[in-house]
């Protein structure tokens, strides 16, 4: 553990010590179109992180953490040419990217051997709103994710202390 602390250590030093006039991207994980493959992307990780017999899971979150690199500096690099509403389109889907990420971590920490700051109810609820508001065109997807949303908060003895 101490070698690790020390590697990542090291890693952090790194990123710290750079100029904030540039960002150093260091590419070592990147095929395909981030735009399109980065919620499933997350989606494998998190879900290797569900498996206790997974052996991928900080490979995958690498992986998805490249595609968030990826597009920043596609938004950045868009910006710099003027083109605004594309660097915003491609910013919204980092930001929901990462949204997704610290949600699922926070579903995770559900886990009885884990200390949790927010109940999972929270958060559905949170999304159930969201979802009724009027940011949102009704639709029958919709109507049917927050039906699910609904059952599970429902389902207080299967839905807390998450043992999967």
């Not at 009027?134 to 202390?161: H, Q, T, W």
């Amino acid at each position: 553990m101490k070698h690790m602390n020390s590697l990542i250590r090291c890693i952090l030093d790194f990123y710290n010590l750079q100029s904030l006039e540039n960002p150093v991207v260091l590419q070592r994980m990147k095929e395909g179109n981030s735009e399109e493959w980065i919620m499933d992307r997350l989606e494998r990780a998190i879900l290797n992180d569900c498996d206790k017999e997974a052996k991928a899971i900080h490979s995958r979150y690498a992986i998805w953490g490249e595609d968030i690199r990826s597009l920043t500096l596609k938004a950045r690099n868009e910006m710099r040419q003027g083109n605004c509403e594309r660097a915003g389109k491609l910013l919204n889907i980092v930001i929901n990217s990462m949204g997704a990420f610290i949600d699922a971590q926070v579903m995770l920490s559900n886990k009885s051997e884990n200390i949790s700051f927010i109940e999972p109810a929270e958060i559905l609820e949170s999304y159930m709103e969201a979802l009724k508001s009027n940011n949102f065109k009704e639709s029958a997807e919709i109507d049917s994710v927050v039906k699910r949303m609904g059952e599970l908060i429902k389902d207080k003895p299967l839905f807390y202390g998450i043992e999967d």
